[in-house]
């Protein structure tokens, strides 16, 4: 039972459908690359939605796992642990915010954002009990609970999940018009992917973060950033806010937080905004634990030097380059995103995104389809450039 197709099968009789994935099964990988259980290699162009900034098994990243995992692992928040201070200070520092509320994953980041933008809404700005609404942009994705699907635009996000979660406004993405005719009284928060991952790397127009800054400053609304997969220097900066110059009041944080490694996600807000917690109102069993600390902290590191924005940077000037060209020569209608991050519209003509994923795939790269004609190339940031190239190569020829 080691072929492809058996692994696949079998899968497929014991584990739910709420995937599609490629038809490959992963055995091991290493930096940029996948290697399959019948020894193929593959180009990780996708980096697991971003959770793999830092690339598969980072030598610092495993270290620090690896020296953890023989100290302690879990102690859970009833104790103190050794490692939680100083990643709570260095992250919250890298944000340039002074308090950290660590979690697990994203979706709990941003249950917790909404907590608490409620909370603050109730106790600092004085909203009536109850009232308390949050403008959120369509076509948003902030994750799966039943309360962040009850405010997601997207069909198959929500069918059959209600009855939804009450509160929230839901204004088109990049027009501030609409956003500024959506804040009421009760707004307590706006809450933004600075881009738009899942809508397939929507890059708001130029001015949009900082109207939004400035508006929520006025109207005295929290600023709620989903970085989660933006930040931590997938668009050449730390965070993609950092593009406009913006600071939001809130940041979310998941995915390359945790190294790729142990789900690792955070809100970070300064203490007239995290201040609102008192014990027992909120928590995670594992949130915050010894192993996710010295992971993240390594993360941390890793971002302080500057080094890895400034590859983005580069290496995704060059991806931005060649992928104009690809558009020039007509199979690609548009080419979306920043640093090494783009979403790519395949013109219909030449397939689907799916059949171009999949024909990536036979040539060793792999991608995943967004939205129907959209793929989205996301590769580590310590890629080098010559299989970045050879990764375009193929694209071209899938593509010819
Ligand atoms: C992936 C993602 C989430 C959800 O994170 P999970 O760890 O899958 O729960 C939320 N927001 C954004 C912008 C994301 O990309």
Not at 90 to 100: D, H, N, P, S
């Amino acid at each position: 039972m080691t072929t492809t197709e058996d692994l696949i099968a079998a899968a497929e009789a014991h584990s739910a459908h709420n995937y599609h994935p490629l038809p490959v099964v992963v055995a091991s990988a290493e930096g940029a690359w996948l290697t399959d259980v019948e020894g193929r290699r593959y180009l990780d162009m996708l980096a697991g939605y971003s959770a793999l900034n830092f690339g598969h098994g980072n030598r610092r990243l495993i270290e620090a796992a690896e020296k953890q995992l023989r100290r302690v692992t879990l102690t859970s928040r009833a104790f103190h642990h050794d490692r939680f201070a100083e990643f709570c200070a260095r992250l919250a520092r890298l944000c340039g915010k002074e308090m950290v509320l660590p979690m697990n994953t994203g979706a709990e980041a941003v249950e917790t954002a909404v907590k608490t933008a409620r909370k603050w809404g109730y106790q600092v700005k004085g909203v009536p009990d109850g009232r308390a609404r949050i403008v959120v942009a369509a076509d948003n994705f902030h994750g799966r609970t039943t309360t962040i699907v009850s405010f997601s635009t997207d069909p198959e996000a929500r069918a059959d999940y209600g009855p939804f979660t009450p509160g929230f406004d839901i204004v088109p993405y990049g027009d501030l018009e609409a956003l500024r005719a959506a804040v009421t009284e009760d707004t307590v928060a706006v809450l933004l992917e600075p881009i738009q991952g899942e809508a397939g790397v929507l890059v708001p127009p130029p001015g949009y973060l900082r109207g939004v800054r400035e508006l929520t400053r006025e109207r005295g609304v929290l600023f709620v950033a989903d970085e989660i997969q933006s930040g931590l220097g997938r668009t050449g900066r730390t965070f993609a806010c950092d593009h406009e110059g913006v600071v939001p009041d809130v940041y979310v944080l998941g995915k390359a937080l945790g190294g790729g490694v142990v789900p690792v996600s955070a809100v970070v807000a300064d203490a007239d905004v995290l201040g609102v917690f008192k014990p027992g109102e909120h928590g995670s069993t594992f949130g915050g634990n010894p192993l996710a600390c010295a992971v993240a902290l390594e993360v941390v590191a890793l971002l302080e030097t500057g080094e890895f924005q400034q590859r983005a940077a580069e290496l995704g000037d060059h991806l931005h380059g060649e992928l104009a060209l690809l558009t020039e020569s007509g199979r690609v209608t548009e080419v979306r995103g920043r640093g090494l991050w783009a979403g790519v519209d395949i013109d219909p003509a030449y397939g689907s995104g799916r059949d171009v994923s999949e024909r990536l795939m036979e040539r060793g790269v792999l991608v995943k389809d967004t939205h129907g004609a959209t793929i989205r190339i996301a590769p580590p940031l310590v890629i080098s450039k010559d299989d970045l190239d050879w990764g375009l190569d193929q694209l071209r020829a899938v593509l010819a």
